[in-house]
């Protein structure tokens, strides 16, 4: 790679590093053609892919006709060898929807069931008793339900980071902390300008900024559709009261409601709530939306009601003007396709979308596959990239093995988030607060990193401010005194 | 400024993984070196057999030893800075107890699988003590609404940060009333950060700057303010760049899961009034019977089961 | 964790008997495992590389036999460490050989209990993987004396 020079030409130019764009990605890296992605934070998987339900859902709910319920069922196709060549963690749960009287019952037999069937999902329809003998922990009031025993559920960092690996192993490069601020539509090449100077020339360039794709879109002067966010809260608990399924409610006309979700992990995922909010950046947890969680799930799984939480967090899906993916080319340029308003199904699909957008790319550039393509990746830890050493994260027993095995890994961590989600350190109990110097220490060991410019998430997420001059406390090693 | 030098038992004294003797049964296991633990091998450990102390961490002293010496720990302090550990105790640093197999059929002997930078290992012990401690309490688990901004953390970070030659941040609000956390306030002010001090109402008598219970945390990427509610319920928003969350320890059981050690409703050790566990020849002391950030009780329970423990000395 | 199961073989008991004695044709059956070595009558250890969904782990383990009353019903237990990872798990093993019209039936009951990192894999993949190997060990018995059937002399 040119690193001296701000000039970079491309054939493919992929926008956003969420769970889309890395698989978009993926199935590009089977041309011969030279392609990159950018992503505006230090890592990928930081935008709507990181905080949803990890659902691998089968779209037995989707409106039938639509591309989004198109590629959802492509996607059932798709899934069990993206989940065996790339050792992504996943397990079939299966789902429950439950409905709580004869009311929500009816909503089930009259819509929910006719729209699975037109999506090709069979449903099976359950008793109040064959629910109590397969989940003994959902809500005794229930009257009846029906099982998807499709549904599952992922670990959409493990996903998101697996997609980019194998597309990366493929020839594709990766460049994070790239926050695109201009677009310049010519008629043979698109260039794309980030804020850090640099120039991509491409052409074709696939808009996959998630929440950000309409402003991206307006920078290319193109103001053919608009997102608007909306506000999902969760919690997580790790007391599983016997959670197994996916436990649904009979959804209203405005939202799926708020599901019980076993986590692939162990723990158990509580929420969402839906909020429309006006600030893309909105990621609080609040007081009332923990409240919401709490009398959605308790209603079917009332354990749940009241389990202690170990972590809550917030994220935002793209809600689009047009009600369906909006996978088609730009209004000013047909070099840029814009792949939007994915909104929740977007891991769920996301096989499918990569294999859909890297057909239509392909085929607009007329490209050909390459000689060479390695088809998986290998089996994590692995002896060869593994070796021994002392715990370092002792809330979760991760070793220092573990973590060195990460900052070596082919798409390292460049932020302790990263960190966190590629080795599961600092997800215990103290939430990092006993071994994040350590983990410190490791990145300037192994990235030569200094720990000043060490950030938790975002840019400008620094932990720590300039030396003191003058030092307290006990020196951490033996030998070395207080200055 | 240090006025004393801390006894050092470092990573040098370790003996490699072949002097583990894996066969080998110790009349003793201490898991942990932290200040209860420090107590049992003060009030006279070694004459209970052969004995293993191991600690997660590269020194003994527990979390507490990044705060010590403070006002209000002298006790703690002196404990530390002449501790000597006893002839034929043998000492594990940066080894980790992740699983504990308690005596059966096939193992007479308790079985606690150990994690030491060569690998895992089987440490054998006719009897147990757990003085392993706790882990600060983390503002998530209390699901404290806001942001998740840089620059929110607990005690033991910020004094580690500060050990290690770096800053935290320039403005703290430590929230929490303990002796432990007011004296990690009067630590980080030494060391140059702008700090407030703020908790609920607690009627302790030590005095902080602010009364109020956090409502909210703010900012992103990094923290910019925490807002409090007084208990006339006025809403005070404290501006600061970090947030040091006091409010607790939690006991570290964790790796006891499975292991038949009954633990309470609040995840401690349940023990009886001789810090027997549900489990014959298995003891527990310290903050993971009793999680307090002050450990007003360690020095104490190390004594007591010394003296409780068959073959210990009064 | 508790797992109960049982697979129906087309032998007499006293052979069937015979495999769990025998450390090299047990590792013949019990899926992962890579190789296996007596130590003593009632001392075993073992190299395992055990498929779970995503990565395989490695571990090396020690067995024991507690009770064995010739030929119908054994007690074991083993300990394994996985090489990569900080943790252990402990399987307490009880099989009955019960004859059967035919040949016997081998039920078994195994109390897994998984510690360390292990532990925090989840309890869901950790049983999900656990019934897929003892699946997989009902039918690598199956196989074993359908092919001793059909191969008379190979062993």
Not at chain 1, 26 to 47: M, T, W
Not at chain 2, 2 to 26: A, C, F, I, W
Not at chain 2, 62 to 91: C, I, K, N, S, T
Request: contains cysteine.
């Amino acid at each position: 790679m040119e690193m001296t020079s701000r000039d970079f030409d491309v054939d493919i130019l992929v926008i956003g590093g969420g769970v889309v764009g890395c698989a978009i990605l993926r199935e590009l890296a089977r041309y011969d053609a030279s392609i990159a992605l950018l992503e505006q934070y230090p890592d990928v998987c930081e935008g709507t892919s990181k905080a949803n339900s990890a659902i691998v859902h089968t779209g037995f709910d989707a409106r039938p006709g639509t591309l989004e319920a198109r590629l959802l069922a492509e996607a059932r196709q798709l899934w069990p060898e993206v989940i065996a060549r790339l050792h992504i963690p996943y397990l079939q749960t299966g789902a429950l929807m439950v409905a709580l009287n004869e009311q929500e019952q009816a909503t089930i037999a009259r819509e929910i069931v006719p729209t699975a069937t037109a999506n090709g999902v069979t449903l099976q329809p359950l008793s109040r008793a064959e629910i109590l003998e397969a989940a003994p922990y959902v809500n005794e009031q229930i009257v009846g339900g029906v099982l998807v025993e499709g549904e599952g559920v992922i670990d959409p960092f493990w996903t998101t980071r697996a997609y980019c690996e194998h597309a990366l192993l493929n020839g594709a490069r990766l460049f994070l902390d790239e926050r695109v601020n201009a677009v310049e539509v010519e008629p043979e090449r698109l260039r794309v300008h980030t804020a850090s100077g640099k120039t991509f020339s491409a052409a074709l360039v696939v808009n996959a900024a998630g929440l950000w794709a309409d402003e991206l879109a307006r920078l290319a002067g193109d103001h053919s559709f608009s997102l608007t966010p909306r506000k999902g809260e969760f919690l997580i608990t790790e007391e599983d009261h016997g959670v197994a399924q996916i436990i649904l409610p009979v959804p209203s006309q405005v939202s799926k409601g708020i599901l019980v979700t076993p986590i692939v992990f162990g723990g158990v995922l509580l929420g969402p709530t839906a909020e429309d909010v006006s600030d893309k950046r909105d990621l609080a947890t609040t007081t009332a939306g923990q409240q919401r969680i709490r009398q959605g799930v308790g209603r079917l799984v009332p354990a749940m009601a009241t389990a202690s939480t170990v972590r809550q967090f917030a994220g935002l899906r793209a809600v689009s003007s047009t009600g369906d993916y909006i996978i088609r080319p730009s209004t000013v340029s047909k070099r840029l396709l814009h792949v939007a308003g994915i909104r929740s199904t977007g891991l769920s699909a996301s096989p499918a979308i990569g294999r859909y957008v890297g057909t239509l790319v392909g085929e607009t550039l007329g490209l050909r596959l390459r000689t060479s393509y390695r088809e998986g990746l290998p089996e994590p830890l692995s002896e060869a990239a593994h070796e021994d050493g002392e715990v370092i994260c002792l809330c979760r027993s991760i070793t220092r093995g573990e973590v060195l095995a990460a900052l070596r890994s082919p798409l390292p961590p460049q932020t302790l988030d990263g960190l966190k989600r590629r080795t599961g350190a600092m997800l215990g109990e103290c939430q990092g607060n006993l071994c994040l110097p350590r983990l410190i220490e490791l990145f300037q060991q192994e990235q030569g990193r200094d720990p000043l410019s060490l950030e938790k998430h975002a840019p400008g997420s620094r932990l720590l401010v300039e030396r003191p001059t003058r030092l307290g406390g006990v020196p951490a090693r033996s030998g070395e005194r207080p200055k | 400024m240090r006025k004393e030098q801390m006894s050092v038992h470092t990573l040098e004294d370790m003996p490699l993984m072949e002097d583990l003797h894996e066969g080998e049964v110790y009349d003793l296991a201490i898991v942990g070196a932290g200040l209860s633990a420090l107590s049992l091998l003060h009030s006279g450990a070694a004459a209970l057999g052969r004995t293993v102390v191991l600690d997660y961490q590269e020194q003994v002293g527990g979390l507490l030893r990044y705060l010590l010496p403070a006002d209000g720990f002298e006790a703690e302090w002196e404990l530390l800075r002449d501790f000597q550990l006893p002839a034929g105790v043998r000492l594990l640093l940066q080894t980790t107890a992740v699983g504990l197999l308690p005596a059966s059929a096939a193992e007479p002997t308790h079985t606690l699988v150990v994690r030491r930078r060569q690998g895992t290992a089987q440490l054998r012990a006719r009897q147990v003590v757990i003085a392993c401690g706790g882990v600060e309490c983390p503002r998530e688990h209390d699901a404290i609404p806001g942001t998740r901004p840089a620059g929110v953390m607990t005690p033991v970070l910020a004094l580690q940060l500060l050990a290690r030659g770096y800053l935290p941040g320039r403005r703290a609000l430590v929230y929490g009333d303990s002796r432990y956390a007011l004296a990690t306030a009067r630590r980080l002010e030494e060391a140059g950060l702008e700090v407030i001090t703020a908790a609920p109402t607690s009627g302790n008598g030590r005095s902080v700057r602010l009364c109020g219970t956090i409502q909210e945390i703010c900012g992103f990427p990094r923290l910019s303010a925490v807002r409090l509610r007084s208990h006339d319920q006025q809403s005070v928003e404290v501006e600061a760049d970090t947030l040091i969350y006091a409010t607790g320890l939690l006991a570290g059981t964790h790796w006891l899961k499975g292991s038949g050690v009954s633990l309470t409703a609040t995840g401690t050790i349940a023990v009886d009034a001789h810090y027997r566990t549900t489990i014959p020849g298995i003891y527990a002391i310290g903050a993971v019977i009793r999680p307090q950030l002050d450990h007003e009780s360690s020095l104490r329970m190390g004594k007591e089961v010394a003296a409780l423990l068959p073959g210990g000395v009064l | 964790m508790k797992l109960n199961g049982a697979v129906s073989v087309s032998a007499p008991r006293e052979e069937v008997w015979q495999i769990f004695m025998d450390p090299a044709q047990l590792c013949r059956v019990v899926p992962g495992c890579e190789q296996a070595q007596r130590l003593d009558d009632t001392h075993y250890e073992a190299q395992l590389a055990v498929k779970i969904q995503f990565m395989t782990i490695r571990a090396r383990a020690h067995g024991a036999l507690l009770e064995a009353h010739e030929p119908d019903h054994l007690v074991a237990e083993m300990v394994g460490e996985p090489l990569a990872m900080a943790g252990a798990f402990r399987a307490h093993l009880v099989v009955d050989l019960v004859p059967i019209a035919g040949g016997t039936e081998v039920r078994y009951t195994i109390e897994l209990s998984m510690l360390g990192r292990l532990a925090s894999l989840g309890e869901a993949i950790i049983r999900a993987t656990a019934n897929r190997l003892a699946s997989q060990f009902a039918a690598n018995v199956a196989q074993l004396f359908s092919a001793q059937a059909q191969e008379p002399g190979q062993r």
